[in-house]
Structures are given as structure tokens and as C-alpha cells.
T-cell receptor
Framework: DAKTTQPPSMDCAEGRAANLPCNHS???????VYWYRQIHSQGPQYIIH???NNETNEMASLIITEDRKSSTLILPHATLRDTAVYYC?????????????FGTGTRLTIIP | GAVVSQHPSWVICKSGTSVKIECRSL??????MFWYRQFPKQSLMLMAT?????????EQGVEKDKFLINHASLTLSTLTVTSAHPEDSSFYIC????????????FGSGTRLTVV
């Protein structure tokens, strides 16, 4: 059963920030929020993960609400190559062997 | 680092034959690998969890005798689709996690299987 809810699709203009929301109202205390993306006909690519603090890396920023029931993935300057399906996944700590369960994700289209 | 190589990237086979897909972790050891299947316009569905040196754990509804998984070393897991039928045509993807530490999962590039 999916633990997350995402909008099925979004559009974003090239060069603008893409903000992808995710609801995970049933997240438990030791569960992390992970984001992956899948470009057409490729394997998923890891983007970022976090527990409760906001995180930033070279690809994106992750903003997690204080109650941890939702989060937003931010691609600061979207390019055409960011067109992909983005998956928000909730699971245990990174060092565990817990499986990743994919929901339906958000299909992000970057418009020139 | 953390590269997973999947081979072949695509394969066409005749109905009734078997196809083997390889998943290799190139620069790390992977005690656990996962196999997914993805049909067109659908999300990834986990098929099984492959543990080095032991039997794979299959998800509900996945036939273990049809989808044979072998994880004989820390860098290689194979998925064999036996007696393939057209309905087995799909995109098969493996993923692996580096043993130890707070590492995420790395995915292979996938194998497009077409059974004719």
C-alpha cells in the first residue's frame, strides 16, 4: 500500500523552480522521505532523502514540514532534462535493507 | 561510485524460451539486490528481494518457479524468466544497496524484454 500521495502530473517552465509536493500523513518516527526520478526508459535515479530537517544537494532541495506529514522537492532551475516521473517514497533508515515501494509518482514536464 | 550495470539492455525472445538478465554492482559489494518489473505507463512493481548466498524472497503473486533469481556473489544477481510468454514482456529493473553505511539504492538501466 502506498504511503505517499502525489499529484499525477505537473508542468513547469524551463528555468523556473519546480516544486513537487508529497503527502505522507502516516509517516512514522523512524521513517525517512526519499525522492527518486525516472527518465523515460531508464532506471530510477536517486535525488535526495531526509528525516526531518530540510536537505539540499547539487540536484535539489527537500523541504519537510514540521509535523513531517508532507514535503516538497524543489528543483531550483528546471531544465528540459528534468522532465521525468518523480517518486516520493517513505521507508526506514538508509542503512537498512528495507525495500523501496514505488507509488504512481508525479510526471513533471518542463516546458521550453 | 555506486554503479549498477544491467545486461542486456533489451532482448527479444520467442515464446517458450528462457531469458537471463544480469545485474552487477561495479564498484561496491551488494548483499541485497531487488528486482522490479514495470509495464508501460505504470509504476515499478517489486518482484523479489535477492540476498547473497540465500534464497530470494518473492512478493505476493510472483511465481518463483517462473522468475528464477540467483545471487551467488556480492556483485552479481541474475533473473531468469523461464518459459517466457508475451505477457512477460516488460521493463525489468534491478537495484542494489552498498553493504554497510548510510547509502541509498542504485538502480540499473533496465532491460526491455519482448516475447514474440
Amino acid at each position: 500500500d502506498a504511503k505517499t500521495t502525489q499529484p499525477p502530473s505537473m508542468d513547469c517552465a524551463e528555468g523556473r523552480a519546480a516544486n513537487l509536493p508529497c503527502n505522507h500523513s502516516t509517516i512514522s518516527g523512524n521513517e525517512y522521505v526519499y525522492w527518486y526520478r525516472q527518465i523515460h526508459s531508464q532506471g530510477p535515479q536517486y535525488i535526495i532523502h531526509g528525516l526531518k530537517n530540510n536537505e539540499t544537494n547539487e540536484m535539489a532541495s527537500l523541504i519537510i514540514t514540521e509535523d513531517r506529514k508532507s514535503s516538497t522537492l524543489i528543483l531550483p532551475h528546471a531544465t528540459l532534462r528534468d522532465t521525468a516521473v518523480y517518486y516520493c517514497i517513505v521507508r526506514g533508515p538508509p542503512h537498512g535493507n528495507e525495500k523501496l515501494t514505488f507509488g504512481t509518482g508525479t510526471r513533471l514536464t518542463i516546458i521550453p | 561510485g555506486a554503479v549498477v550495470s544491467q545486461h542486456p539492455s533489451w532482448v527479444i525472445c520467442k515464446s517458450g524460451t528462457s531469458v537471463k538478465i544480469e545485474c552487477r554492482s561495479l564498484d561496491f559489494q551488494a548483499t541485497t539486490m531487488f528486482w522490479y518489473r514495470q509495464f508501460p505507463k505504470q509504476s515499478l512493481m517489486l518482484m523479489a528481494t535477492s540476498n547473497e548466498g540465500s534464497k530470494a524472497t518473492y512478493e505476493q503473486g510472483v511465481e518463483k518457479d517462473k522468475f528464477l533469481i540467483n545471487h551467488a556473489s556480492l556483485t552479481l544477481s541474475t533473473l531468469t524468466v523461464t518459459s517466457a510468454h508475451p505477457e512477460d514482456s516488460s521493463f525489468y529493473i534491478c537495484s542494489a544497496r552498498r553493504a554497510g553505511g548510510n547509502y541509498g539504492y542504485t538502480f540499473g538501466s533496465g532491460t526491455r524484454l519482448t516475447v514474440v
